[in-house]
């Protein structure tokens, strides 16, 4: 399983922050949301307006912790109609970074078993038809990838996070290349898409990062108490079918698409050289005897 670096020494320090009761009101508030979002589960099998309705149930959970919005681009793939299958990958933080995503159009996900017990989002990552991963049993892999072409090829947008574990967004992790080759067996396009987390002054923050071994209650606390958070969302261009030969040559050019959107340096990896033992020269011979 991919591990990252990243811990509570990499939490910016002095991020502004409001009263706590106005922080308890906004996990009340996200809560109702979900709640409201789960009394209303059969609406959303109603095909007419449904992903409208699921688009402000995460807009809504989104507003309940002040989180503002700031979308760069993409008004093709925000206006395009249903039923184009595409892999959607972006560069992973936080467990907000799947509400933020499907606040813009909703879609499945590709994400980690444990999910699906979480409080608050654990209801409505399940209602949207996610296909979990068990990252205990790599047996189950193949599996998997087969499940995710299949729904890539019949349509679905499916979110992926590649880096497969959360980093604290001032450092980022390489993308795996697994999920990369149902995008080629499925013959859909890859859309990336580069998440950033700032405060109204423009500073970057890390607070909202998901990382180390904290709780999913303390990382929800920890974003209650921030004050002017806003969430920068690039939208790439999609990587056509066909661009790319192997899954790893794709892997690339989405990493570094979401790179190129933040501004970001990733140093290629480079391949190791095969080293030769240098033989001595051999003595040249003497010029025969006249």
């Known amino acids: 399983m991919p591990a990252s670096p990243c811990g509570d020494g990499c939490l910016t320090e002095g991020d502004p922050v409001v009263a706590f009761p106005r922080r308890a009101l906004r996990v009340t508030a996200a809560i109702l949301v979900v709640f409201a979002a789960l009394a209303s589960a059969p609406l959303l ?44 990958v972006n560069n992973h933080i936080s467990w907000l970074d799947i509400v933020a995503i499907n606040a813009l159009r909703p879609m499945r996900a590709l994400a980690k078993k444990e999910i699906a017990g979480w409080p608050v989002l654990g209801g409505l990552v399940r209602r949207g038809g996610s296909i979990f991963l068990d990252r205990e049993r790599l047996t189950t892999l193949p599996a998997t990838m087969a499940s995710l072409a299949d729904a890539l090829r ?80 690039h939208v790439c261009q999609e990587i056509a079918p066909g661009r790319a030969e192997t899954r790893r040559e794709l892997a690339g050019l989405a990493e570094a698409a979401v790179h190129s959107a933040l501004g970001t340096v990733q140093i290629p990896a480079q391949p190791r050289r095969r080293t030769t033992r240098r033989l001595p020269a051999a003595p040249l011979a003497s010029p025969p005897a006249k």
């Open 45 to 88: 099998l109603v095909s007419w307006g449904r992903e409208r309705r699921i688009r402000l149930i995460f807009r809504g959970v989104l507003r309940a912790f002040g989180v503002r919005l700031d979308i760069r681009g993409g008004e093709d793939f925000l206006t395009a109609p249903a039923g184009r299958g595409a892999l959607v």
């Open 154 to 233: 019949t349509g679905s947008l499916v979110s992926v996070t590649p880096e497969g574990t959360t980093w604290c967004g001032l450092a980022s992790g390489r993308f795996t290349t697994a999920t990369f080759q149902a995008a080629i067996d499925g013959g859909v396009p890859v859309r990336p898409i580069a998440l950033r987390y700032r405060l109204a002054d423009g500073r970057e923050t890390s607070r909202p990062a998901f990382i180390g071994p904290e709780s999913l209650i303390a990382s929800l606390r920890r974003v209650s108490a921030l004050r002017g958070l806003v969430l920068e969302i």
